[in-house]
């Protein structure tokens, strides 16, 4: 996923690792993006980093689009968090970070990739862990969920479970990858424990900012 087509193309993306980049009408692999710099029509296709050229309706590229969405929902979670002073945006900006590495793997198709491309796009187990541990610290501050939990509590915890739902949509998009060989298992597992720790960090947020979580209230027939 690389955009619509139009006269002219501009590349976007983010830094990082240097991470993902993904430009109209380009390649999706790693690298700094540069805004503003016109290509030729992709005539509906664009390159994986290994420089397989691939349909833009292709799932590498409707995974591609869902992280990107998702980094995005996190950074505006991370701006209303921000602003309550909230000591987790640290923890949410290395998420995004994590994010770039995330989307390097899923542009580099196991079946195209050479041992330079796995060296540069490899994904660990260790932020698995990493999220597992964050998830446990929180959890253990929470009162128990003797409810069902609609998206609340506040504009920081409302804008963590939205980037949750997203999260969710990101890892539908990439276990069919995982499936196929196409990615490392463990893109999907961080995903996985990415919209639990998003939960989890909602909930936290409305509880510190001591905001009301709404709960879900069976309509009377």
Same mark, same amino acid.
């Given at each position: 996923r690389?955009g619509?087509?139009?006269?002219?193309?501009?590349r976007?993306?983010?830094?990082?690792?240097?991470?993902?980049r993904?430009?109209r009408?380009?390649s999706a692999g790693?690298g700094?993006?540069? *805004?503003g710099?016109?290509?030729?029509?992709?005539?509906g296709?664009?390159?994986?980093?290994?420089g397989e050229?691939?349909?833009?309706?292709?799932?590498?590229?409707?995974?591609?689009?869902?992280?990107?969405?998702?980094?995005?929902?996190?950074?505006l979670?991370?701006e209303f968090?921000s602003?309550k002073?909230?000591t &987790?945006?640290?923890?949410?900006h290395?998420?995004?970070c994590?994010?770039q590495?995330?989307?390097?793997?899923?542009?580099?198709?196991?079946s195209?990739?050479?041992?330079?491309?796995l060296?540069?796009?490899?994904?660990?187990e260790?932020?698995?862990?990493e999220?597992?541990q964050?998830?446990?610290?929180?959890?253990?501050?929470?009162?128990?969920l003797?409810?069902?939990?609609?998206?609340?509590?506040?504009?920081?915890?409302?804008?963590?479970? &939205?980037?949750?739902?997203?999260?969710?949509?990101a890892?539908?998009?990439?276990?069919p990858?995982?499936q196929a060989?196409?990615a490392d298992?463990?893109?999907?597992?961080?995903?996985?424990?990415?919209?639990?720790?998003?939960f989890?960090?909602?909930?936290?947020?409305?509880?510190?900012?001591?905001? *009301?979580?709404?709960?879900y209230?069976?309509?009377?027939a």
């Amino acid at each position: 996923r690389t955009g619509d087509a139009g006269s002219a193309r501009r590349r976007r993306g983010g830094g990082g690792r240097p991470g993902t980049r993904i430009h109209r009408g380009g390649s999706a692999g790693p690298g700094p993006a540069s *805004e503003g710099l016109p290509r030729a029509s992709s005539k509906g296709f664009s390159s994986t980093f290994t420089g397989e050229r691939r349909p833009k309706g292709d799932r590498i590229f409707e995974a591609l689009g869902a992280t990107d969405e998702l980094s995005s929902a996190i950074g505006l979670a991370g701006e209303f968090s921000s602003e309550k002073g909230h000591t &987790f945006v640290e923890q949410l900006h290395k998420v995004q970070c994590m994010l770039q590495d995330v989307g390097s793997n899923i542009a580099t198709p196991l079946s195209s990739a050479r041992e330079a491309h796995l060296k540069r796009t490899s994904f660990s187990e260790k932020p698995v862990l990493e999220l597992e541990q964050w998830i446990d610290s929180y959890s253990e501050q929470l009162p128990p969920l003797r409810a069902f939990i609609l998206p609340s509590g506040g504009k920081s915890s409302a804008a963590l479970h &939205f980037s949750r739902a997203v999260c969710r949509r990101a890892e539908r998009c990439v276990v069919p990858l995982v499936q196929a060989g196409e990615a490392d298992p463990n893109v999907a597992k961080y995903l996985n424990r990415l919209s639990d720790y998003l939960f989890v960090l909602a909930r936290y947020a409305a509880m510190k900012e001591g905001k *009301e979580e709404k709960i879900y209230i069976k309509p009377e027939a």
